[in-house]
C-alpha cells in the first residue's frame, strides 16, 4: 500500500525523552529509551508505503541512544547492567530503526534533540533541514513523555485548566532559543528545580502559536499532528474555546490535531502512533473523519486487554479461574471460553468500541448457564 499523499506533504517524526532520563551524564541514563522505537518504526512504514526519504524530517537521539548502548555492551559504562544486555537491545533497537539507520540516521541528533530545533524545523526557520516553504501539506508526530505544571511557583495544582495550567512535553537538551519562552507561564515549572529545567520542554502554548505562525502564512495549507504522550489532550483545549476560535479563526485553519491522552490521564505504551501509522499507509483514501474512526478502531482493538483486565480484577471468581476447560487439540486449562467471549465483546461494536448489547446478552447467558 501506498500513502496517498502529493509529494510535496512533509512528514516531521519527533521523538523525545525527559532530560532526567535520556539528557544528563551518560551514567545516569536509562537502559531503555522512551521513543526511538517509535520513530524508527514510523519511518520505516513511511518509506515502505513509498514516502520519499527527502520529505521526512527526523527530531530523535537515534546515534546518541545507539552509541549508549555499544558503550555498554563493550563494558564502558558502569551501570550495574550486564553487558549482555546492552548487546540485545543494541540489537533490538538496531532492527526497530533499520531503515532509518540505513539511510543515515536522524536529521536532528545529540543535542539537537531540543524544543528549538522542533520550532524551527516546524516554522522552516534557519539551517539544515526543515519544513520548506513551498510544502503543499505537513503532518508531525511527537512520541515522548508529558506533564502540566501550575502557572505561578505560588499555585497548588488542583485539577488543570486553561487559565492556571500550562501543557508539555518532554525533550531530553535544553532549547537555546529563549526568545519562544517569553511567551510562556514557565514560573511554576522551576519552583525548587534549577533554573533551566522549562527550557528542555515543549509547551502546548508554543505549538499553538507555531500553528498560528504557519497558518498566517499560508492559510489553505492542511496540517495534521499527533500527540502522543500524557496529558497532551490539554494541548488541544485552545481549539475548542469560543474566545480563541474568534480571535484566531482557528475553525477555519485546515488542521486536524490527534492526542493519546485527555487533558489530566497518562497514555498508554504504544498509545495511538502504532494504529496512527498503521492508518497512515493503508491505501484507503477518505475524509480525515473517516481516517481519525480508523485509527480510533484500531487503537481501542490494540488495546483491549486494559480494559479486559480491569473487568476481570473486578470480577474475580475463584471457582470459575480453578476450572481447567478442555478445547481440541489444546493443552487442558490453556483456553478459558469467558475469556474469549469478554475479549470479543469489548472491541466488536462501532469503532472498535464495546458492543454493550452484546455484553448483556453474555451475562444474561452466563447467569442462566447457558454460554
Same mark, same amino acid.
Given at each position: ?8 506533504? +512533509? ?16 551514567? &545516569? ?35 546518541? *541512544? ?47 534533540? &531540543? ?31 508529558? @506533564? ?28 537555546? =532559543?529563549?526568545? /519562544? +519562552? ?18 528542555? +520542554? ?15 502564512? &499560508? ?8 500527540? =502522543? ?54 491505501? @484507503?483514501?477518505?475524509? /480525515? ?10 487503537? +481501542?482493538? &490494540? =488495546?483491549?486487554?486494559?480494559?479486559? =483486565? ?5 470480577? *474475580? ?55
Amino acid at each position: 500500500p501506498r500513502v496517498q499523499v502529493a509529494s510535496g506533504t +512533509y512528514f516531521v517524526l519527533v521523538g523525545g525523552d525527559a532530560f532526567q532520563s535520556q539528557g544528563g551524564d551518560p551514567m &545516569n541514563r536509562d537502559f531503555m529509551h522512551t521513543s526511538v522505537p517509535f520513530i524508527g518504526s514510523a519511518y520505516g512504514q513511511l518509506r515502505r508505503a513509498g514516502v520519499q526519504s527527502t520529505n521526512i524530517i527526523t527530531i530523535a537521539q537515534v546515534q546518541e *541512544y545507539m552509541e549508549q548502548l555499544v558503550k555498554g555492551a563493550h563494558g564502558v559504562l558502569d551501570t550495574g547492567i550486564e553487558r549482555k544486555f546492552y548487546a540485545a537491545q543494541m540489537e533490538r533497537t538496531r532492527l526497530q530503526c533499520k531503515e532509518l539507520l540505513e539511510e543515515g540516521c536522524a536529521d536532528w541528533d545529540y543535542s539537537d534533540v &531540543n524544543p528549538g530545533t522542533v520550532w524551527s524545523v516546524l516554522l522552516g526557520e534557519g539551517p539544515g533541514k526543515v519544513v520548506p516553504q513551498d510544502c503543499q501539506a505537513l503532518l508531525f508526530a511527537i512520541y515522548s513523555h508529558g @506533564d502540566y505544571h501550575s502557572t505561578t511557583a505560588s499555585a497548588a495544582q488542583g485539577a488543570p485548566d486553561y487559565l492556571s495550567t500550562e501543557w508539555f512535553v518532554h525533550l531530553p537538551h535544553p532549547s537555546q =532559543n529563549a526568545d /519562544m +519562552y517569553e511567551f510562556v507561564a514557565t514560573e511554576g515549572a522551576n519552583a525548587g528545580c534549577a533554573s533551566n529545567r522549562h527550557h528542555t +520542554y515543549l509547551y502546548g502554548t508554543q505549538i499553538r502559536q507555531i500553528l498560528h505562525k504557519l497558518f498566517h502564512r &499560508n492559510p489553505s495549507r492542511p496540517v495534521l499532528g499527533l500527540l =502522543n504522550y500524557c496529558t497532551s489532550g490539554g494541548v488541544l483545549d485552545f481549539m475548542r474555546r469560543d474566545s480563541v476560535r474568534r480571535a484566531f479563526g482557528t475553525d477555519q485553519w485546515p488542521l486536524y490535531l490527534m492526542s493519546a491522552a485527555q487533558k489530566d490521564t497518562d497514555a498508554l505504551v504504544g498509545g495511538v502512533w502504532e494504529a496512527f501509522f498503521e492508518a497512515l499507509t493503508e491505501d @484507503d483514501a477518505g475524509t /480525515m473523519e473517516a481516517f481519525f474512526r480508523r485509527v480510533q478502531a484500531k487503537y +481501542y482493538r &490494540n =488495546n483491549r486487554f486494559e480494559l479486559l =483486565n480491569r473487568i476481570k480484577s473486578q470480577c *474475580y471468581v475463584p471457582e470459575v479461574w480453578e476450572v481447567q476447560f478442555q478445547f481440541p487439540g489444546k493443552k487442558d486449562g490453556t483456553v478459558d471460553p469467558w475469556h474469549q467471549d469478554l475479549s470479543l465483546c469489548l472491541a466488536s461494536g462501532e469503532h472498535g468500541q464495546p458492543d454493550w448489547d452484546m455484553l448483556q446478552q453474555l451475562e444474561r447467558a452466563y447467569k442462566a448457564g447457558s454460554a
